[in-house]
C-alpha cells in the first residue's frame, strides 16, 4: 500500500536563503508550510505572514480566573469562613490581598497557557509527527535551514511545489510521508497509559513526600502540631516531685484578670466599703437574671423565697426577701457569692466578678417586685 504525502521538504545553506525562500511561498499564496532552524530567526514571523498567536487570549483568561479566585478565597476567608480582627484593620482589608492576589494571576497565566499551548497544540501527550526522524529534521536541528509544504495546501500539486522551491535555491527536494502512526495523529491525555503514567508519577511522588517529611525530616511540633510535647489538663507529669500536672499559682503572684479579694472573712468590712460598680441597665440586669437562674436559683429558687428545687437534700437557705438581707448594702451581697457563708461555698471560681455584681442587681429587682410599694404601681 502506497504511503499518503506529508509534503515536501527543502534545505538551504542560510538563514537569508530561507528567509528568501519563505518569502517567495508566502508571495505564492501557499499557507501550510513550516519553516525549520536550529534557532530562532529575527523577522522570520514576518516573512510567513504570520497572524499573532491567540495564546495572549488564553493567558488573559487564566490571569483573570486566578485574580478573581484569589481575591474570592481570601474574601471568603477573611469575612465568611474566619474573621479575625489584625491589628484593628477592617475585615475585608484589600491591600493585603494584593501580593497574594499578583501571584496566583501570574502563576495561571504562566502555568496554565503553557500546559494549554502544550496540550492544545502541541496534541501532548502525542508526540508523533510525520518529519520525526527523517534526515531532513536531523539537519535542521543541527547546522540546516528548511522549510516543509504540506499536501494539504490548497494550492498544493507535487511538481508546481517542487519546481518553486528549487527555483528560489532549495536543496534536497524531497517527499515525506506519512506513518500508520502520524494517521492517527490524535488528542492522547485521556490515553489509558498516558493516565496511568500520571498516576503512577503522582504516587511515588506522594509516598517520597510522605515518607521525607514524616519519616527522614519528621521534627516535633512541625510535622504534626497535634502531636508535641504538652501537659493536657488533670493529666500527671513527671516534672514535679508529687506528680500533679495542674500546678496553683506561684506564692505571692496573681493571674492576670483574677483580683485577690480583700475581704475575705470580713462581711462587715466588705458592706463598708464595697460599691457596685455596674450601671442599673438592661444588658446588666438580662446577665444578673442569666447567671442568677443558673447558679442561685437551685436552692433560693426562682424569686429568691428560698424555696428551692433542691429541698430537703441541702439546708434549706434562707429567703432573700427578709429585712436583714433588703437592708444590707450592695457589698454584703457581694461578700456571700465571694466569701460563702457557712454552709453556702463560694461563687467566684464559677461567677465572674462582673457576673456577681450583675446578680446583686437583678436581686434588688427581685426584692423590689416582693415589695412593692404603691408608688411602684403608677
Ligand atoms: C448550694 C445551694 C446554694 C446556692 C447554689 C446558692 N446559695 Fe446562697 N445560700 C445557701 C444557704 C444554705 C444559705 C444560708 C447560709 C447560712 O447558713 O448562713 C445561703 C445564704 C445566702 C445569702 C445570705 C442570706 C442570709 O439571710 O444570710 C445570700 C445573700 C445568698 N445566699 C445569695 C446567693 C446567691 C446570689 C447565689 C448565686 C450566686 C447563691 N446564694 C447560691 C445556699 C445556696
Not at 432573700?320 to 457569692?337: A, E, F, Q
Request: glycine share 8%; charged share 20%; with cysteine.
Amino acid at each position: 500500500m502506497k504511503k499518503p504525502l506529508y509534503g515536501l521538504t527543502a534545505l538551504f545553506d542560510t538563514p537569508d536563503a530561507l528567509m528568501h525562500a519563505v518569502e517567495e511561498t508566502a508571495k505564492a499564496g501557499y499557507t501550510r508550510y513550516d519553516v525549520h532552524a536550529p534557532y530562532p530567526l529575527h523577522g522570520m514571523d514576518r516573512a510567513m505572514r504570520l497572524k499573532p498567536s491567540p495564546l495572549g487570549y488564553f493567558a488573559l483568561v487564566f490571569g483573570l480566573l486566578g485574580a478573581v479566585s484569589a481575591v474570592g478565597l481570601m474574601t471568603w476567608i477573611t469575612l465568611v469562613d474566619y474573621p479575625l480582627v489584625i491589628g484593628g484593620k477592617p475585615f475585608w482589608s484589600w491591600p493585603a490581598f494584593v501580593p497574594v492576589a499578583f501571584e496566583i494571576t501570574v502563576l495561571l497565566a504562566s502555568v496554565l497557557t503553557v500546559v494549554s499551548m502544550i496540550v492544545i497544540y502541541f496534541k501532548f501527550p502525542n508526540n508523533s509527527h510525520p518529519l520525526h526522524d527523517t534526515p531532513f529534521l536531523k539537519r535542521v536541528s543541527s547546522d540546516g535551514f528548511g522549510i516543509s509544504i504540506e499536501a494539504v495546501d490548497p494550492l498544493f500539486d507535487e511538481a508546481r511545489v517542487r519546481g518553486m522551491l528549487e527555483s528560489v535555491g532549495g536543496k534536497d527536494v524531497g517527499p515525506v510521508y506519512f506513518d500508520v502512526e502520524d494517521l492517527n495523529h490524535g488528542q492522547k491525555v485521556f490515553d489509558l497509559k498516558f493516565v496511568g503514567l500520571l498516576a503512577g508519577v503522582g504516587m511515588v511522588v506522594s509516598i517520597i513526600t510522605y515518607l521525607g517529611l514524616n519519616v527522614m525530616l519528621y521534627m516535633e511540633p512541625f510535622s504534626w502540631m497535634m502531636e508535641q510535647e504538652k501537659l493536657k489538663p488533670q493529666a500527671a507529669s513527671a516534672l514535679f516531685s508529687d506528680g500533679i500536672g495542674m500546678r496553683p499559682p506561684v506564692e505571692g503572684t496573681v493571674a492576670r484578670g483574677f483580683l485577690p479579694y480583700p475581704y475575705k472573712g470580713r462581711p462587715e468590712d466588705a458592706g463598708k466599703y464595697l460599691v457596685n460598680p455596674l450601671p442599673v441597665t438592661k444588658p446588666v440586669l438580662d446577665l444578673g437574671r442569666e447567671k442568677y437562674m443558673t447558679f442561685c436559683s437551685p436552692c433560693h429558687g426562682n424569686f429568691g423565697r428560698g424555696d428551692s428545687r433542691l429541698a430537703g437534700q441541702f439546708p434549706n437557705p434562707p429567703t432573700l426577701h427578709s429585712d436583714k438581707v433588703r437592708d444590707w448594702p450592695d457589698g454584703s451581697i457581694y461578700h456571700v457569692m465571694t466569701d460563702g457563708q457557712n454552709v453556702m461555698p463560694s461563687y467566684a471560681a464559677q461567677v465572674s466578678r462582673d457576673e456577681r455584681w450583675a446578680i446583686v442587681h437583678y436581686i434588688r429587682v427581685l426584692q423590689r417586685a416582693h415589695h412593692a410599694k404603691e408608688s411602684d404601681l403608677q
